[in-house]
């Protein structure tokens, strides 16, 4: 390949344009006094005229001057643009001449930036794109925060404290509050079909200043006693249920059994954080009437906004004052507790913000890992074409060009990797999302948009900028004259290219020994929370929920005929070994109540508090949850005038019946108002809340005697596949109430993985990133050594000609190896130290101190490397000593 | 003899000093020369007019000068037509051609 050596004048200075230009008009007017004096004009008389004839001379030398000097400067560009040009083909070229190593790059590159691209769309959509709501960051979540008692962490508010922090509070403009659900619409046509509902306090679209795209949104009179059904509903809902037809607008559709007017339609992104179709008012007033019962139901979702020129600060300090007066008025429900403000993004993206957070900082440490590859890749190519570099250096070609070529090929080698790297993004959280439709805590619109494009390009650039500078600094510190010397052929390389390899793979390590620390401990935590025993059997067995609701199920009598009717039906199917229902399923969560002991006395601030698990039919035997004492449920518990009766876990037995529980009898609720309850039994424990959190003591009625909730969650235990049931399940509801709706059919193995899915699905994205680290590292120090043994080919030739053993070259070459190793692995476990705060809030079961995962780390990453390094440290015994002393 | 008329458009320079280059490369007092010749003594251009002219039609990279020696053994600067000034010429001519015909049509007495 040519050099583009072109001889041209060079760049002109200004002083240059001036003496060019002055020289010129000189010349035009002795031409012209020469014609004047031929014609008998006195040599005076000649400089006269020509120079009234030329007209203004001076103005002339100026325009001209200038003109001259904008031409260079626009030469000068194009020039230099020339030479870039120039320079991006001969990249482009020499790439296609080496295309392992450009393939090599470049899917490096693609996969990693796309990865980083990937994370970066699905943390911009949770944690950064504005919240669709007016001025969101007035808005702030209100919870509840329990510092001890019955529950410690935090939870919504009970309907009473809505209420009291609502009328009390000063430093919000107002407080809304909602609780999702589900709820049956029956279309004009076709099955009845379950849909996601908020229902929200009528403030709640004036709080989040919120317009509808079409119609009004909820006010406070669609709250009121008597007044009509209304709703708003998603634009998703609008179209599928109304045709998206602006003029049906007023229109009534079903909902739970109800004519339901739809007055206001939302934008396709409104949401509450969670998904719904539909927004309804909540009607508080009789959970307000009955506040002994109440108190302690924490499912309301507050949002308040603050006024202005108020500080989150401040509304803390004046709920904690509310707090501790309602601590004071009811003492059991409110001892130990108080309302918190936060952030309304922090409380509606959850521990998935710092999970992406987590994930995109493991991302971008696999970046640095694959810069630091390809700029060691990049060294040893620019030491192999030395002898070119340093003819074209003799030939004048300045240092600068040197570092322009190869800056210029790793931009190129990085920009084709962040183009593909888009693509892979784009594929990546399709798929990703499409597998696993829960990874995200809510409806977030991660999409491969502008601002993720944006990120991917600098990415890209920085990449190609990192990748490409340090090793042509280094080339360009090259003695020249020693390579030519040599004949472009040594091997020595130079000590400051030496010593910018050895940094790049000891850097790698280090990284890579972090992300690893890292990724270790989360997967001996998910081995830990796997471990739990969680006290039922999930294989073969097949829940679904019913939604059973609105005017036909207002009594318990009819939800009890429904429920018998289809619990039966199953039962009677062939194939099936039990088959119950319950208010909620293991590992989905429970709801707590107090309540008195008969026989008892109680400590008023601390009432027993039990989670509620109302059940029926027989739930435990088909999740085999073993009875340890008394009787489940027996038909007769249904008789009228039987005494109500409930199951309490091992749990309960020992924390509040250190005298046997079975025959004692209990009042639900701080003010014991309802009918005594008799235990007749004690169940072994399940994980209710699910695996990361403690068994509490739980208190299961028989759903029959207290069937105010009235959509359970049916398990049926099956002899053979779960999942073949699933028509008679379907059929068995049906021939109940053909209104019904059934949905989220599931195996409860599928249902109990359901609780770890975000933790999986992060642990399995940490995990490949460290193991792409730890494949990237290898690759790194092997590429490395390889190229330093081929360099030292004649001195091993000599060492084994003068009688070294193969053993003493192994040796040389692996100890190189492992000095790197170790120093990177000692750099990289300090750095992971350093966050251990950081990843101990992610933790279960172990501590960031766990020495499996450190000791575990170190040893893994030691036997990877040195199985690397002895590939070429074998290489160098195998060398010919006469070979390799003729090869130069 | 009167120099350059004050009405002469700056653009009618231009056009008349890429015609005289593109008959052959020359230094800027031969441009002059050869109007005057071409025009038997009625386009005039000035010196100060010229020089502009060429100048800017080199910024414009429509002309190209290199330093040589004049008929009489001086240091002269010449200039050529490049190939941007070639296709440039001749758009201008036909452009030129037509508004000359145009007004010559207006002018006609009837």
């Known amino acids: 390949m040519k050099a583009p050596l072109s001889f041209r004048f060079p760049w002109r200075s200004r002083r240059q344009i001036a003496a060019e230009v002055d020289a010129e008009l000189a010349f035009h007017l002795a031409m012209r006094v020469a014609e004047?004096?031929?014609?008998?004009?006195?040599h005076a008389d000649a400089v006269a005229r020509a120079k009234a004839e030329f007209g203004d001379v001076e103005f002339t030398r100026a325009y001209c001057r200038r003109q001259d000097e904008a031409g260079e400067r626009i030469m000068r560009w194009s020039e230099r643009l020339e030479g870039v040009w120039y320079d991006v083909r001969h990249a482009a070229r020499s790439l296609r001449r080496t295309p392992a190593f450009a393939a090599t790059a470049i899917l490096?590159?693609?996969?990693?930036?796309?990865?980083?691209?990937?994370?970066?769309s699905a943390a911009h959509a949770v944690l950064l794109r504005p919240l669709p709501y007016g001025h969101p960051d007035a808005l702030v979540a209100v919870e509840i925060k329990s510092v001890g008692g019955y529950f410690v962490g935090t939870e919504g508010l009970s309907p009473p404290d809505y209420q009291d922090y609502h009328a009390q509070q000063r430093t919000l403009t107002d407080i809304a509050a909602y609780t999702d659900g589900t709820e049956t619409w029956l279309p004009a046509h076709g099955d009845p079909e379950v849909i996601h509902v908020a229902r929200v306090t009528a403030n709640m679209f004036n709080v989040l200043a919120a317009t509808p795209r079409l119609g009004r949104g909820l006010i406070p009179g669609d709250a009121a006693a008597g007044a009509p059904d209304v709703a708003v509903i998603s634009s998703r809902l609008f179209d599928r249920a109304l045709g998206?037809?602006?003029?049906?607008?007023?229109?009534?559709?079903?909902?739970?059994?109800?004519?339901?007017?739809?007055?206001?339609?939302?934008?396709?992104?409104?949401t509450l954080g969670r998904r719904a179709d539909l927004w309804r008012p909540l009607d508080l007033r009789s959970d307000l009437g009955d506040p002994g019962r109440t108190r302690k139901q924490h499912w309301l979702r507050a949002i308040g906004r603050l006024r202005e020129r108020t500080t989150i600060a401040a509304a803390g300090h004046d709920l904690a004052l509310i707090g501790a007066r309602l601590a004071a008025t009811y003492p059991d429900a409110d001892s130990n507790r108080f309302a918190v403000p936060v952030p309304l993004r922090t409380w509606m993206v959850g521990s998935a913000g710092s999970g992406l957070t987590m994930l995109q900082g493991a991302a971008l440490l696999v970046l640095l890992i694959a810069c630091a590859n390809l700029a060691n890749l990049t060294l040893s190519r620019a030491l192999d074409r030395r002898g070119d570099v340093a003819i074209r250096a003799a030939l004048g070609s300045g240092r600068g060009r040197l570092i322009r070529q190869l800056l210029i090929e790793s931009l190129l080698v990085a920009l084709a990797g962040g183009i593909l790297g888009t693509a892979v993004a784009y594929g990546a959280t399709r798929w990703i999302l499409g597998l696993n439709a829960n990874a995200l805590p809510g409806p977030y619109p991660v999409a491969v948009d502008g601002m993720a494009l944006a990120f991917c390009a600098v990415l890209a650039l920085g990449t190609g900028l990192v990748s490409g500078l340090a090793p042509a600094f280094a080339v360009a510190r090259l003695d020249l004259q020693q390579t030519l010397r040599e004949g472009g052929r040594g091997n020595s390389g130079g000590r400051v290219v030496e010593r910018a390899r050895r940094a790049l793979v000891v850097a790698q390590i280090a990284l890579a020994a972090t992300l690893l620390v890292g990724a270790g401990l989360l997967v001996r935590s998910f081995q830990a929370l796997d471990a739990v025993k969680l006290g039922f059997a999930p294989d073969h067995v097949l829940t679904a929920q019913l939604t059973v609701g609105g005017a036909r199920y207002d009594s318990a009598a009819a939800v009890n005929r429904f429920y018998d009717a289809a619990l039966g039906e199953l039962a009677r199917t062939p194939g099936v070994v039990a088959v119950g229902a319950a208010d909620v399923l293991p590992t989905q969560g429970s709801s707590g109540a107090s309540m008195r002991i008969e026989g008892q006395v109680n400590d008023e601030a601390?009432?027993?508090?039990?989670?509620?698990?109302?059940?029926?039919?027989?739930?435990?035997?088909?999740?085999?949850?073993?009875?340890?004492?008394?009787?489940?449920?027996?038909?007769?518990?249904?008789?009228?005038g039987a005494a109500n009766v409930a199951v309490?876990?091992?749990?309960?037995?020992?924390?509040?019946?250190?005298?046997?529980?079975?025959?004692?009898?209990?009042?639900i609720g701080p003010v014991a108002t309802g009918p005594a309850i008799t235990i007749v039994g004690v169940v072994a424990d399940v994980h209710a809340e699910g695996a990361s959190y403690p068994v509490l003591p739980a208190l299961f009625p028989d759903h029959r005697q207290q069937a105010w909730e009235s959509s359970l969650s049916i398990a049926i235990r099956t002899r053979g596949d779960p999942v073949a049931m699933t028509p008679a399940l379907r059929r068995a509801v049906r021939n109940a109430d053909p209104t019904v709706a059934v949905h989220d059919i599931a195996t409860l193995e599928t249902v109990t993985r359901a609780?770890?899915?975000?933790?999986?699905?992060?642990?399995?994205?940490?995990?490949?990133?460290?193991?792409?680290?730890?494949?990237?590292?290898?690759?790194?120090?092997?590429?490395?050594?390889?190229?330093?043994?081929?360099?030292?080919?004649?001195?091993?030739?000599?060492?084994l000609a003068l009688g070294a053993t193969r053993g003493s070259v192994v040796t040389l070459v692996l100890r190189q190896g492992l000095i790197w190793t170790a120093t990177g692995l000692v750099l990289g476990l300090a750095a992971a130290a350093a966050e251990r705060k950081l990843l101990a809030t992610s933790l279960y079961g172990i501590s960031a101190g766990d020495p499996v995962t450190w000791i575990g780390v170190a040893v893994t990453l030691l036997a990877v490397v040195t199985a690397a390094c002895l590939i070429p440290a074998m290489r160098a015994t195998r060398v010919d000593p006469v070979v390799a002393m003729r090869a130069d | 003899m009167s120099r350059t008329p004050p009405e002469m458009l700056q653009g009618t320079v231009d056009l008349l000093v890429l015609r005289a280059l593109g008959w052959e490369a020359m230094h800027g007092y031969a441009v002059s020369r050869w109007l005057e010749a071409r025009s038997d003594g009625v386009l005039v251009v000035d010196g100060a007019a010229l020089y502009q002219a060429l100048h800017r039609l080199?910024?414009?990279?429509?002309?190209?000068?290199?330093?040589?020696?004049?008929?009489?053994?001086?240091?002269a600067k010449f200039y050529r037509l490049t190939r941007q000034g070639t296709a440039h010429l001749r758009e201008s001519t036909a452009v030129w051609h037509d508004y000359a015909h145009a007004v010559a049509r207006v002018l006609a007495p009837r």
């Open chain 1, 648 to 667: 309490i876990n091992e749990t309960a037995l020992h924390r509040y019946f250190p005298n046997g529980a079975i025959g004692k009898r209990i009042h």
């Open chain 2, 58 to 75: 080199e910024r414009r990279g429509w002309v190209a000068s290199s330093w040589g020696i004049s008929e009489n053994n001086r240091r």
């Open chain 1, 108 to 120: 490096t590159i693609t996969l990693v930036l796309g990865v980083n691209t990937a994370v970066f």
């Open chain 1, 244 to 270: 998206g037809d602006a003029s049906r607008l007023g229109e009534r559709l079903t909902i739970d059994g109800r004519a339901t007017r739809i007055v206001g339609v939302m934008s396709p992104d409104f």
């Open chain 1, 36 to 42: 004047h004096e031929e014609h008998g004009f006195t």
């Open chain 1, 755 to 799: 609780s770890l899915a975000s933790r999986r699905f992060a642990l399995a994205l940490v995990t490949s990133f460290a193991g792409l680290a730890l494949v990237l590292a290898t690759i790194g120090i092997y590429g490395v050594l390889a190229y330093l043994v081929a360099g030292r080919r004649r001195e091993f030739g000599v060492r």
């Open chain 1, 606 to 640: 601390n009432l027993p508090n039990m989670a509620y698990i109302a059940v029926r039919g027989d739930y435990f035997r088909a999740l085999r949850v073993p009875l340890l004492a008394g009787r489940l449920f027996t038909a007769s518990d249904n008789d009228s």
